[in-house]
């Protein structure tokens, strides 16, 4: 689970400056399809932190509510990422959500890796 999860967050670092430039010298339509990949990315590597099944079909939205593990106010920021692509702050944003994401990995990793231990 972690190393697929870690994947997206690994690719989303690798690219993100190269996002960003694209931001800069205004290529917003580039920029987007970057933006979908990862946010994309992003989604698949919440479900698997929370231990549940990503389907193209589901509505993510209903599920976040019963996410235990999530950056605070996703679900808004989320959503202002998705209708916003094409603006430098949905970058920003989502730049933010990957960051508290591998917070969350670490935590959970360390909340596994504690109750594995007190159940040996």
């Not at 694209?22 to 970057?34: E, I």
């Not at 702050?89 to 594995?116: G, N, R, S, T």
């Amino acid at each position: 689970m972690f190393n697929q999860e870690r994947s997206y967050i690994e690719a989303w670092k690798k690219e993100r400056e190269y996002i960003a430039s694209l931001y800069q010298s205004r290529q917003t339509d580039k920029a987007s399809a970057c933006m979908e990949k990862h946010i994309t990315g992003f989604i698949k590597s919440l479900y698997l932190l929370n231990d549940m099944e990503y389907r193209e079909d589901k509505s993510t939205n209903e599920d976040v509510e019963r996410f235990q593990y999530k950056p605070m106010n996703m679900k808004d920021r989320l959503t202002f990422i998705k209708q916003s692509k094409q603006h430098y702050h949905a970058y920003i944003q989502l730049d933010e959500l990957f960051e508290a994401l591998e917070k969350q990995f670490a935590k959970v990793k360390i909340i596994k890796k504690k109750d594995q231990s007190s159940a040996d």
